[in-house]
């Protein structure tokens, strides 16, 4: 059984659609994150829920619109795509909303947009 | 705010010598500590992690690291590594988030 499971694994598209990634864990953690990988290998978050609540959204283009229909779940639609925003996009999940717990990741989505 | 440093975006080494991978921290808050690691096309996986107690933490697959809190740092060891470490290594910093250092690759060579 995978613990974090993202679905698709490669998304290629072209720019300015309207894309979305799903994410669930059987965890049972309460938190759950989207990080985005960048070509350099970079990873930043991008936002967090714990308990369906958003708690953490950083400096993300508005495009990028996080959803979560319970906190098994968390989703990511992005609007009107961009070359930029080719990456690795990482779901991951924690039993609380407190790094010491440590984060489970997903195996990631790899989105390339031409 | 946190932050990461990794000292080393490469680390080349031979089958069974040892290997230390870097890692400095800035923390306004409790420190958690991580050491994540990635194989190709794959997700993140954790080695080892540091909340409190021995500052000696000790993960899977033979790694080990050491928090010293008077030089922030958490470097990763092995005494002896195999073909099959070589991957990216993340340093992490955590409080309500995870920040990540920009990796180190481990290349081992035969």
């Known amino acids: 059984d995978t613990a974090v499971s993202q679905t698709p694994k490669y998304l290629v598209t072209q720019m300015g659609n309207d894309k979305s990634i799903k994410c669930e864990q059987n965890?049972?953690?309460?938190?759950m994150y989207w990080y985005k990988q960048d070509s350099k290998k970079f990873l930043k978050i991008m936002f967090s829920?714990?308990?369906?609540?958003?708690?953490i959204n950083e400096t993300v283009p508005n495009r990028f619109s996080p959803k979560s229909p319970d906190k098994a779940h968390l989703n990511l639609h992005i609007n009107s795509l961009e070359l930029g925003d080719s990456a690795v996009y990482f779901c991951?999940?924690?039993?609380?909303?407190?790094?010491?717990?440590?984060?489970?990741f997903g195996s990631g989505t790899r989105l390339t947009v031409v | 705010a946190q932050s990461v440093t990794q000292l080393d975006s490469q680390v080349p080494v031979f089958e069974e010598a040892p290997v230390e991978l870097r890692c400095n921290y800035s923390?306004?808050?409790?420190?958690?500590l991580f050491w994540y690691v990635q194989y190709p096309n794959q997700g993140l996986q954790l080695l080892l992690k540091?909340?409190?107690?021995?500052?000696l933490v000790k993960g899977i697959n033979g790694f080990e690291a050491e928090f010293n809190k008077s030089q922030t740092s958490f470097h990763l060891r092995k005494p002896s590594v195999h073909i099959s470490d070589t991957a990216e290594y993340f340093c992490?910093?955590?409080?309500?988030?995870?920040?990540f250092g920009a990796g180190t690759i481990l290349r081992v060579k035969s």
């Open positions: 991951a999940s924690s039993q609380e909303a407190r790094a010491g717990y440590g984060y489970t």
């Open positions: 965890l049972g953690h309460d938190t």
């Open positions: 829920y714990n308990n369906k609540e958003l708690i």
């Open positions: 923390s306004s808050v409790s420190v958690y």
């Open positions: 540091y909340l409190s107690g021995s500052t």
């Open positions: 992490a910093v955590g409080g309500n988030k995870l920040v």
